[in-house]
């Protein structure tokens, strides 16, 4: 009698077979990748820097290793509870319970919208009518916004697309953010811009209203991913894996998603 495979044996085979994909949803990391800019009097993240230690020479004849500088919220990245002052009681990257950084994603497409207005919000009825139609949004999981606004991850301007106003970009209106943290049963937001709020979100009241109700929720960011196209509306599992940082806000992370394909 033979004894059925556990459920880690068969994802293993699943994903050596191919019927479990794993899509990267990171973008690389590199001195062009984009960052965010505030106004001038306030501090800035640094852009990511490779500083080279030896590269099979004198230095070191038989390695190759790299010093590196970066933000915390450079590139691709998490955003943990105390990166906002609504949270600063809260959790650090490295507190972050290791459980809450894999979960079920709800994928919702408004890259349609965000083409035709780059300032596109997406409200609370949205997210209701993707609930009509898809089921409601997992438990413990991540609301992913598809926008298509990975394309542009190749150029700082057109990635920050700033004019005069400042930049503008899609992202959720303030109740919409409000509704998502405090009333959704999803454990954080994931979005394909620098960072989770709308490019106005600034002249929001409260102002970066994803950051101040996400974070004093206990809830947290993913920003700057890509490839979302790849995933389905549902049915997708996130695993984020952000640095450990003792004190950190934050961490660039490597974000995969684990897709069933038929």
Same mark, same amino acid.
């Not at 509870?81 to 497409?109: C, E, F, M, Q, Y």
């Given at each position: 009698?033979?004894?059925?495979?556990?459920? #880690?044996?068969?994802?293993?085979?699943?994903?050596?077979?191919?019927?479990?994909?794993?899509?990267?949803?990171?973008?690389?990391?590199?001195?062009?990748?984009?960052?965010?800019?505030?106004?001038?009097?306030?501090?800035?993240?640094?852009?990511?820097?490779?500083?080279?230690?030896?590269?099979?020479?004198?230095?070191?004849?038989?390695?190759?290793?790299?010093?590196?500088?970066?933000?915390?919220?450079?590139?691709?990245?998490?955003?943990?509870?105390?990166?906002?002052?609504?949270? =600063?009681?809260?959790?650090?990257?490295?507190?972050?319970?290791?459980?809450?950084?894999?979960?079920?994603?709800?994928?919702?497409?408004?890259?349609?919208?965000?083409?035709?207005?780059?300032?596109?919000?997406?409200?609370?009825?949205?997210? =209701?009518?993707?609930?009509?139609?898809?089921?409601?949004?997992?438990?413990?999981?991540?609301?992913? #916004?598809?926008?298509?606004?990975?394309?542009?991850?190749?150029?700082?301007?057109?990635?920050?697309?700033?004019?005069?106003?400042?930049?503008?970009?899609?992202?959720?209106?303030?109740?919409?953010?409000?509704?998502?943290?405090?009333?959704?049963?999803?454990?954080?937001?994931?979005?394909?811009?620098?960072?989770?709020?709308?490019?106005?979100?600034?002249?929001?009241?409260?102002?970066?209203?994803?950051?101040?109700? #996400?974070?004093?929720?206990? =809830?947290?960011?993913?920003?700057?991913?890509?490839?979302?196209?790849? #995933?389905?509306?549902?049915?997708?599992?996130?695993?984020?894996?952000?640095?450990?940082?003792?004190?950190?806000?934050?961490?660039?992370?490597?974000?995969?998603?684990?897709?069933?394909?038929?």
């Amino acid at each position: 009698m033979h004894e059925q495979p556990s459920v #880690l044996t068969a994802l293993v085979s699943a994903l050596r077979e191919g019927s479990i994909e794993v899509v990267d949803l990171t973008s690389p990391l590199s001195s062009s990748t984009p960052v965010i800019q505030l106004p001038p009097q306030f501090g800035q993240t640094a852009v990511f820097e490779l500083e080279e230690i030896s590269r099979y020479d004198d230095r070191g004849p038989a390695w190759y290793w790299n010093n590196f500088r970066s933000g915390e919220h450079t590139g691709t990245h998490f955003d943990a509870p105390n990166h906002w002052v609504t949270g =600063k009681d809260l959790a650090d990257v490295a507190s972050v319970p290791a459980h809450r950084l894999i979960g079920p994603a709800a994928v919702l497409d408004f890259t349609a919208e965000a083409a035709k207005d780059p300032d596109f919000l997406v409200e609370v009825a949205h997210v =209701k009518a993707w609930e009509e139609h898809n089921g409601p949004l997992p438990e413990g999981g991540w609301l992913l #916004l598809r926008t298509g606004w990975d394309a542009r991850s190749h150029s700082q301007e057109a990635f920050l697309n700033a004019d005069e106003n400042g930049p503008h970009t899609p992202g959720l209106s303030p109740e919409c953010a409000r509704w998502v943290a405090e009333e959704s049963p999803v454990i954080g937001l994931g979005v394909e811009t620098v960072g989770t709020d709308a490019g106005r979100g600034h002249s929001f009241e409260p102002a970066f209203p994803c950051h101040s109700y #996400l974070m004093g929720s206990d =809830k947290y960011g993913l920003t700057q991913l890509r490839n979302l196209a790849e #995933l389905p509306a549902t049915g997708a599992v996130v695993i984020a894996g952000p640095l450990p940082i003792v004190a950190g806000s934050g961490s660039p992370a490597r974000v995969l998603a684990l897709v069933e394909r038929s």
